[in-house]
């Protein structure tokens, strides 16, 4: 099956810095999808993206499918950004999405 | 608009006692649902899918069953719950070929 990678697994900033956090897949995907797990656990959609760039906010993200990999850049951190950001894919026709391993990312004020 | 909710939000039980989790969609017909397990913080594992009433599949060989008795019911049990069932367990639906939603989640503690 299909290999999703993320990087770093733990990240810790400061409020108000940048971060890029980075999904690498292993074969072709027909859909891409960031969420944003939060201290509650609640998955939250943060964006389909199986190629191109996409902003909402202070988040972005960027998938090259070719060189299969995806960016999420969060800019102006906050401490409500605290908590797992996870990349997932689908490929082939499957209903299902494969999940990355996570980003744990604490905003500290 | 669509939602999704999840039944209980948190459940203790004792190693051996069955199980049973609800999940429910308003707003939509026909919808592809999914049942997950996340152990520990992180790593979501497909559990369970469906895409209409009666068509179960399953993803990894487990002590828990689901079953999908109405369009937008879906129910994951089990007969005899292991320590290992612990985790936090969430349901998700998909309205066509693009986004994944994820309801609330279920943490489930088996002592």
């Known amino acids: 099956g299909i290999q999703v990678e993320q990087s770093p697994p733990d990240l810790i900033l400061q409020e108000g810095a940048n971060s890029t956090l980075r999904c690498n897949f292993s074969?072709?995907?027909?859909?891409l999808q960031w969420f944003h797990q939060n201290p509650w656990g609640q998955l939250i959609n943060l964006f389909y993206?199986?190629?191109g760039t996409k902003q909402n906010g202070r988040l972005s993200a960027t998938t090259v499918a070719t060189e299969r990999y995806s960016l999420l850049y969060i800019s102006s951190s906050q401490t409500t950004d605290s908590g797992v950001y996870f990349c997932?894919?689908?490929?082939?026709?499957?209903?299902?999405?494969?999940f990355g391993g996570g980003t744990r990312l604490m905003v500290k004020p | 608009s669509q939602t999704i909710h999840q039944w209980p939000a948190t459940l203790v039980q004792p190693v051996g006692s069955p199980l049973s989790l609800e999940c429910t969609v308003e707003?939509?017909?026909?919808?592809?649902l999914y049942w997950y397990r996340q152990a520990a913080g992180r790593g979501l594992q497909l559990l369970f899918y469906?895409?209409?009433?009666?068509?179960i599949s399953s993803e990894v060989p487990q002590n828990l069953s689901a079953s999908r008795p109405q369009d937008r019911q879906f129910i994951l049990s089990s007969k005899k719950l292991l320590l290992s069932d612990s985790g936090f367990y969430l349901c998700?639906?998909?309205?066509?070929?693009?986004?994944?939603?994820f309801g609330p989640g279920t943490r489930l503690l088996v002592l």
């Open positions: 998700a639906w998909k309205p066509g070929e693009e986004t994944q939603y």
């Open positions: 074969d072709s995907v027909n859909n």
């Open positions: 993206i199986p190629s």
């Open positions: 997932a894919v689908r490929y082939n026709a499957g209903n299902m999405l494969t």
């Open positions: 707003g939509t017909s026909n919808p592809n």
């Open positions: 469906s895409v209409g009433i009666g068509q």
